[in-house]
């Protein structure tokens, strides 16, 4: 039998959810996107879940953003199923739980590996981690989030340099700029989360829980703040995605050649 794409396993009161996909950078095609959001589900259900922890199989990347295989070959549906667009990309970016979630991020986080963390609650990353939003360099945005949640984490200036030249950001800077909460050895980042989510599961349950969607503005699963945002993001989103600029740069991603950008 083919091994999951998700992997989920309980320890004591933390449910771990790896991306399972290795050889394909961890990237999120629509089997993980169910599985992830599938997951949210149970931990936000069962009630003897207090945390989860999110990171990525292998040993160099935690999380390589969207399938670009998949995405051009089934379209947007090959990343994100439309019965459960609600949930956001990766079945997780809008899917706003109760339960307190702590990316264990074990290598590279670029793009939509950014967006989970910024996702999630707390954030744990291994030394050579890198963080980054390259979506100008495949002619889009990063529209999971990134360009507005990127601003709430981190200093404007530094935001806005990440925005605009695609350029990653190292572990040690992430840590300066207060986009992570710890740095540690790539052998050690399950070990921390799991510390984390110890400290987190010895607080009154629902004192926790009730201090989160305070905290993040959740009202019934949803972060109303976030309504314009989101807005914008999509419009931007439906915009690129007719471009030739677009179309280019997945191209060129795929053919692993330097895009030839028309402005158009």
Do not use: Y
């Amino acid at each position: 039998m083919t091994e999951s794409v998700v992997l989920v396993e309980q320890r004591n009161h933390t449910l771990i959810v790896t991306i399972n996909r290795p050889k394909a950078a961890n990237s999120i095609n629509a089997d993980v996107h169910r599985g992830l959001g599938e997951a949210w589900e149970r931990a936000e259900s069962d009630r003897d879940v207090r945390a989860v922890i999110l990171t990525g199989a292998g040993e160099s990347v935690f999380c390589g953003g969207a399938d670009l295989k998949a995405l051009g070959t089934a379209g947007p549906d090959g990343v994100t199923p439309p019965e459960t667009a609600h949930w956001g990309f990766a079945g997780v970016v809008k899917h706003h739980i109760s339960k307190p979630v702590i990316a264990a991020v074990n290598g590279t986080a670029l793009g939509g590996g950014t967006e989970l963390a910024l996702a999630s609650d707390l954030v744990v990353a291994s030394e050579t981690s890198e963080f980054g939003l390259p979506e100008v360099h495949r002619g889009l945005i990063a529209g999971a989030g990134g360009v507005f949640r990127i601003g709430q984490a981190v200093p404007r200036a530094i935001a806005m340099e990440l925005i605009l030249t695609g350029k990653p950001m190292s572990a040690d800077d992430a840590l300066r700029w207060g986009l992570v909460n710890r740095v540690v050895p790539r052998t050690d980042v399950l070990a921390t989360a799991l510390e984390l989510a110890e400290l987190v599961a010895a607080g009154a349950p629902l004192a926790v829980q009730s201090s989160k969607t305070v905290a993040r503005g959740i009202i019934d699963g949803h972060i109303p703040a976030e309504d314009q945002a989101w807005e914008l993001s999509e419009k931007a989103l439906a915009r690129l995605t007719t471009s030739a600029d677009t179309l280019e740069g997945v191209m060129a991603f795929m053919q692993k050649r330097a895009p030839v950008w028309k402005g158009e």
